[in-house]
């Protein structure tokens, strides 16, 4: 028993020095699994041409503010300036921070803002878009629940972010100064 014990710590001793590859497969996981769900959410709030990117599409206020644009019948220049400035942030939060995480550049910063993206987003599609079906239940037989069970899966991959940092293999640790 002692000597299958010593195989155990020897070998739990070895995953704990090579803590390293926690963030660098945390920022791998988020690329494959997220980067393009993000990127794509974000092109789909784009308006036309260049100027689309501080002049978002009829489709971004939908999607962010539903019930305050269809209050307005739909009209997207009868929101107040808020409501503009809060799509045009957000879409440019799908681009930024996300490309940010798999850059590892200011990854901590750019994961705390994806986590709170995150519950913005949940609240949104829950209380604006009606979508208590999708709601889930923690603790129950369903691992599926579009909402709590994704999303909290999201932004424990988040915390990990938060908490170690991005990782050997990032601009983070390139631009960290060297000390001799």
Do not use: C
């Amino acid at each position: 028993m002692t000597a299958l014990l010593s195989i155990y710590n020897n070998l739990t001793n070895r995953l704990a020095a090579a803590d390293w590859m926690v963030p660098t497969l945390a920022r791998f996981v988020f690329a494959a699994v997220l980067l393009v769900y993000f990127l794509n959410s974000g092109m789909t709030k784009l308006g036309d041409g260049i100027s689309g990117l501080w002049t978002p599409s009829t489709g971004a206020y939908a999607q962010i503010f539903p019930r305050a644009f269809e209050a307005v019948g739909y009209d997207s220049d009868a929101l107040s300036f808020f409501h503009q400035l809060v799509v045009v942030a957000g879409t440019w939060a799908e681009f930024i921070l996300p490309t940010l995480i798999v850059l590892g550049l200011l990854t901590r910063l750019a994961a705390l803002g994806m986590i709170g993206f995150t519950i913005v987003q949940s609240l949104t599609d829950v209380y604006g878009h009606g979508q208590e079906s999708a709601l889930g239940a923690w603790f129950d037989r369903f691992s599926d629940a579009a909402i709590l069970d994704q999303r909290a899966l999201w932004i424990l991959l988040l915390f990990v972010l938060v908490i170690k940092g991005a990782g050997p293999v990032s601009f983070d640790r390139a631009l960290q100064p060297r000390t001799s």
